[in-house]
């Protein structure tokens, strides 16, 4: 299985309440190329989990717009900037009817999608994602890591 991890498009800095902050005009064109880049992957996306935060529900809304496809998606609390990474990993290997699906897709925020990533692989790095960057790991169920394979960010396609 593939697990992608996306953190959300740039979003406004300041005079908001955090989980209020919305996706800057920035924002949009960064997650829109994202998202043309996860509709051309060969790993299908089956299932997305999101953040509650608006910046992370406006993200997944571009990317679900672009995919030919519906996937199932799930707003969780547990992805939120202040999560634990471990936490995130026992709720993904205890999701029902994980085996079955092709592609894991994640809209969060930093410092978790650092730390998850961290979590999830057998290196262990925890990589610095630029806004609307995405992680892809190649995920061993049996085994419950994996090995990160690519970060893409939207300055591939500037």
């Given amino acids: 299985m593939h697990i992608f991890i996306m953190r959300h498009g740039d979003a406004q800095q300041s005079g908001y309440q955090d989980s209020q902050r919305e996706l800057t005009q920035r924002g949009i064109v960064e997650v829109s190329a994202m998202a043309t880049r996860l509709q051309h992957a060969s790993t299908k996306i089956d299932h997305v989990l999101i953040s509650p ?53 994640i809209i969060s925020h930093m410092p978790l999608v650092s730390f998850l990533v961290a979590e999830l692989t057998y290196e262990k790095s925890a990589p610095i994602f630029q806004t609307a960057a995405i992680a892809e790991i190649d995920y061993d169920l049996e085994k419950m890591k994996g090995h990160l394979s690519e970060i893409t960010s939207p300055n591939h396609f500037e």
């Fill in 53 to 105: 935060y608006k910046r992370a529900q406006q993200t997944a809304s571009i990317v679900l717009s672009a995919l030919p496809y519906e996937p199932t998606t799930s707003t969780i609390d547990l992805i939120t900037p202040s999560g634990s990474p471990s936490h995130v990993h026992d709720y993904i290997d205890g999701m029902q009817g994980i085996k079955q699906l092709n592609g894991l897709l």
